[in-house]
């Protein structure tokens, strides 16, 4: 596993649901040819076009057609390139996959999985590098995660293509091709884990700020306690206010941008559960509140580095 990358987890976490249960299929765009990642790669010549299935350009459409799918007892994973192109199949995704389940009394139930890819860092311009997390994780009915490591996106792809609901993996843009494991990559990924051990200040974070903040810990042996959050929805606050509890001090990092971000409903959560273990106010890092740039230059200025991390965490143990 270690030489694998994270996409190449998941094509292979995903091939082995495929051979495991002839109701997984894929859909989407060039998903034959392998999609613009290379998630689907090779699976149209081991499986057939009849379950790896090319659509038009119409996320609205593909992604009802997963439901109808999900509906008649398949399992389909659906490909949506950008997280920016699930704002074109919200009300399939919004209002009836989240929906059906708890609309028809529990007669139904939606086994569909949504892959798509969030954030900066790789020149794809406004619309298709934002990231949508807080936007996803208030949907009753969905679950959302996170995986931030090859070996935990192919338990990941497991686990979301045998749920029995809708499940939406959101991945980092910036982890695709990255190889680097984490600790407790053989645990669920359906709750947070901590990735680094210490006693003063909790760092939760998602994806690559995980893995940056990690870096800032090893630099600090025994200071901060870094929590990979994994699981988006339904939230998952419990494992971050036991930190709390022991280190008297969070930061929550975050690519989103703050207005309505998931960062925001986590820090509200915390202080509904665990305000009085807190020794200093809730630091917090997110992405400036601008579309993301198109030029190299901007981009690099809009990205969260580990600097930036580094400054909040010392704001927050010296307050």
């Known amino acids: ?96 996959a989240a929906k059906i389940h708890f609309m028809s009394g529990g007669r139904y139930s939606v086994p569909l999985t949504i892959w798509t890819v969030g954030g900066a860092g790789t020149r794809w311009g406004a619309q298709h590098s934002q990231r949508l997390d807080g936007w996803l994780s208030q949907v009753p009915g969905l679950k959302v995660v996170s995986p931030s490591s090859p070996e935990m996106m192919q338990n990941t792809m497991r686990e979301a293509l ?86 008297g001090r969070l930061v929550l990092l975050s690519d989103e941008v703050s207005n309505g971000g998931f960062i925001a409903s986590l820090a509200l959560a915390v202080y509904d559960q665990a305000y009085w273990l807190l020794d200093a106010p809730i630091g917090h890092l997110t992405s400036p509140p601008t579309p993301v740039p198109a030029a190299p230059s901007l981009e690099d200025a809009y990205m969260i580095t580990a600097n930036d991390i580094e400054r909040v965490v010392l704001e927050t143990l010296n307050w």
């Not at 034959?32 to 790896?52: H, I, N, Q």
């Open 1 to 96: 596993m270690s030489n694998e990358t994270l996409v190449q987890a998941a094509r292979n976490g995903l091939a082995e649901a495929m051979k495991a249960d002839s109701g997984v299929m894929a859909l989407g765009e060039d998903v034959a040819s392998g999609g613009p990642f290379g998630l689907t790669k090779g699976l149209a010549a081991e499986f057939g076009t009849g379950r790896v299935r090319n659509t038009p350009i119409s996320e609205a459409s593909f992604v009802g057609v997963g439901i109808g799918l999900a509906l008649g007892g398949a399992h389909p994973l659906v490909d949506v390139m950008f997280n920016d192109f699930l704002t074109l199949a919200s009300d399939q995704l919004f209002n009836q």
């Open 162 to 247: 045998g749920d029995p609901d809708p499940v939406v993996i959101l991945v980092d843009r910036t982890l695709l091709y990255a190889q680097a494991g984490l600790p407790g990559d053989d645990g669920s990924p359906w709750e947070s884990r901590i990735i680094s051990n210490g006693e003063r200040v909790t760092v939760a974070a998602t994806g690559r700020l995980a893995h940056l903040a990690l870096e800032i810990a090893r630099d600090r042996p025994g200071e901060i306690e870094v929590i990979d959050l994994q699981r988006l929805a339904p939230l998952d606050v419990t494992s971050v206010c036991r930190s709390v509890e022991k280190t």
